[in-house]
């Protein structure tokens, strides 16, 4: 069945320093969703990428898509403590309906 | 307004009890989901509903039951509760099946079950 890894699985930073979590699959995929679940919370929603290489940007925020649509990244420039959570990406394959989460990346800041 | 709403917040219940937990969305979604997430924060899918019908059933042992009464409502039944079931259940709903556009979903505030 579909896999989709993430790593890493964990990643401590001094605030103002970069971050990046990167997400592959094993299938090619139809889409690809990130999300955001703070300590305690529930996961939300930040974007979804569909095309081959595409490249969308949410503020301090890129995430990027593959050219092969298997793999994807998250990229969060100058970290800030609000950003203190665990990222996820998920990917489904179109005709499973079925969207596969990776393990999270639990992303801890200090300021 | 809260748009995927679960009840209970926690349940603490024992071994071998039945229990249900009640999920509603008031987005007007055709599909939802139930997701289990354990200890180390895996996600994983049980169920999906769409427009009242079941979709995916993610090899999930048949104590689990989901019931879906009308598109706004999927509920969860646990029979004999086990230690292994211990973990934070939520529930999702997004526009359309996932795989297809408007397929983003939209996440409860979640379920802590504790079995003792």
């Known amino acids: 069945g579909q896999q989709v890894m993430q790593i890493p699985q964990y990643q401590h930073v001094q605030e103002g320093e970069d971050f990046t979590t990167y997400c592959n699959s094993s299938?090619?995929?139809?889409?690809i969703q990130w999300y955001k679940q703070r300590p305690g919370g529930h996961p939300v929603f930040l974007i979804q990428l569909v095309k081959s290489g595409e490249v969308k940007k949410q503020k301090r925020l890129t995430f990027q898509f593959g050219e092969a649509k298997k793999n994807s990244s998250l990229h969060i420039t100058a970290t800030q403590t609000t950003d203190v959570g665990t990222y996820f990406c998920?990917?489904?394959?179109?005709?499973?309906?079925?969207?596969?989460f990776g393990k999270g990346t639990l992303l801890t800041v200090n300021p | 307004d809260t748009a995927v709403s679960q009840t209970p917040k926690y349940l603490v219940t024992q071994m071998g009890n039945d229990k249900s937990i009640k999920c509603e969305q008031n987005l007007g979604h055709d599909t939802m989901y139930w997701y289990k997430q354990d200890s180390k924060k895996f996600l994983k899918i049980m169920f999906s509903?769409?427009?009242?019908?079941?979709?995916i059933n993610e090899t999930v042992p048949n104590r689990f039951s989901p019931k879906s009464p009308d598109k706004a409502h999927l509920n969860l039944h646990i029979n004999s509760l086990e230690l292994g079931d211990s973990a934070v259940y939520f529930c999702?709903?997004?526009?359309?099946?996932?795989?297809?556009?408007?397929?983003?979903?939209?996440f409860g505030p979640g379920t802590r079950l504790t079995v003792l």
């Open positions: 999702a709903s997004s526009h359309r099946l996932a795989g297809t556009v408007f397929d983003e979903q939209f």
């Open positions: 299938t090619t995929l139809s889409n």
């Open positions: 509903y769409n427009n009242k019908e079941l979709i």
């Open positions: 998920a990917g489904s394959g179109g005709s499973n309906y079925k969207l596969t």
